[in-house]
Every structure is written in C-alpha cells, then in structure tokens.
C-alpha cells in the first residue's frame, strides 16, 4: 500500500479564516513533506519533516504553519492567507529524508478569496 | 543547489509512435531520479525511477536511461496510448541534497 490521503479535498476560505489541511501515510515512512503547486508549474516544496522533527522551511510565510503530531499524520494550518496563496497543496511521504522515493496525495485544491 | 532542466515543454504524438522527454540535472552529487505522471486534479504518481548505479532501467513501455557523465536522464514511453497524455516531471535528489527538485513539466498529448 502506497498511498497517502489528504483531507479535505477542496477548501475555500477567507482572507480572515483560519483552516487546516492534513495528511495521512501508514507506510512507516518517517518523512513527510508539503509542497505547493501553482498551475502549469512543478510542485515546489515548502517544509519537510523528518523523525516528526522539522528540517526544512523553505523560507515559507508564517501564514503556513505546519505541525507533525506523530509519524503518521502531517497537519497545514492556514491563517491570514492572500488570494496569491491559492494553489495546490500537495503532502508526500518517503521511507526516509533524502535520495528515497516520495509518493504523493492527491491534494488540496485551496482558494482564497 | 540542485537545478534541473527539462525539455520539451509540449509534446504532441499520434497514438502507437514513442515519446522522449530529457532532463539535465546540475549536481553531480544526485543520485535518484525518479519520474512522475500527473493527471489533471491529481497529485504526481511515480511511474518509473532510477539510480546512479544503472545505467537503464525498463519497465513494460516505459524505460528510463542516466548519463551520469553528461548529467542528463531521457524518459521513454513506446507504443503510445491515449491514456498516456499527462504531464510529465522529471526531478532529482541525493544523500547530500536534502530536498528533491523538480523539472518545469512536459505535457504530453496522444491522439488517438
């Protein structure tokens, strides 16, 4: 089993809300990883996590915050987000930190208005 | 840091021909070069992968091969479906790099 959920599918939010996005693996991979995609362009990476631990922030506003309760679960949370921000949220996962594959969610299509 | 390059952008190709897309990669220290498919509204899928200690890899239609001289790996898929049309992206990472770049995406059409 190879795959990784992420919830919810589709969010729209305000300029002003606060939501979270999160992520699911049960591979017994112990990094995980947010990365947002813009259309017609590659994902971009914004954090990684490795051993629930964070080991990097792509230099990504403090409007993202994310969190990694335990080695399963990979949370996003939103707050005080721009319209520019709306894009796709994409959350992976790998055996380990590094030269390993990553196997990709389907996603959360985020709006901001 | 790691950048990695990929050509075409757009590839057009009638149904049954073959498809190459290149990439070229910047850090000799890489040693993974995986391939993803990504359908529209979805995340990337990995179709195929190869490391540094191969030269070529295959699987059904679809084959990978790495220069690790010139830096440059080519995916290739034969006997072309319609069910093949996505984009496509190339990346690359490394013991050394802690993230994995990705390619700038080839779409890639097959007219049935």
């Known amino acids: 089993d190879t795959e990784v959920t992420q919830t919810p599918k589709h969010l729209v939010m305000g300029m002003t809300n606060k939501k979270s996005l999160k992520c699911e693996q049960h591979m017994g991979h112990r990094a995980m990883y947010w990365y947002k995609q813009k259309a017609k362009k590659p994902p971009e990476l914004m954090f990684v996590?490795?051993?629930?631990?964070?080991?990097i922030n792509e230099s990504v506003p403090s409007r993202f915050s994310p969190e990694c309760p335990n080695s399963s679960l990979l949370n996003l949370h939103l707050h005080a987000l721009q319209p520019e921000d709306s894009a796709l949220y994409l959350c992976?996962?790998?055996?380990?930190?590094?030269?390993?594959?990553?196997?990709f969610g389907p996603g959360t299509r985020l709006l901001v208005l | 840091g790691e950048n990695v390059e990929q050509h075409p952008s757009t590839l057009s190709v009638q149904e049954g021909d073959s498809a190459v897309i290149k990439c070229t990669y910047s850090?000799?220290?890489?040693?993974?070069f995986p391939w993803y498919k990504q359908e529209l509204g979805k995340g990337p899928q990995l179709i195929i992968d190869?490391?540094?200690?191969?030269g070529e890899k295959k699987d059904q239609r679809i084959a990978v091969t790495l220069n690790k001289t010139a830096k440059h790996f080519s995916l290739h898929i034969t006997e072309t479906q319609p069910e093949d049309s996505a984009v496509y992206f190339c990346?690359?990472?490394?013991?050394?790099?802690?993230?994995?770049?990705f390619g700038a995406g080839t779409r890639l059409t097959v007219k049935p």
């Open positions: 990346a690359a990472s490394g013991y050394n790099n802690n993230d994995m770049r």
């Open positions: 996590y490795s051993y629930e631990k964070l080991s």
């Open positions: 190869i490391r540094s200690n191969v």
């Open positions: 992976a996962s790998s055996l380990v930190q590094g030269s390993e594959t990553q196997y």
């Open positions: 850090d000799s220290a890489s040693n993974y």
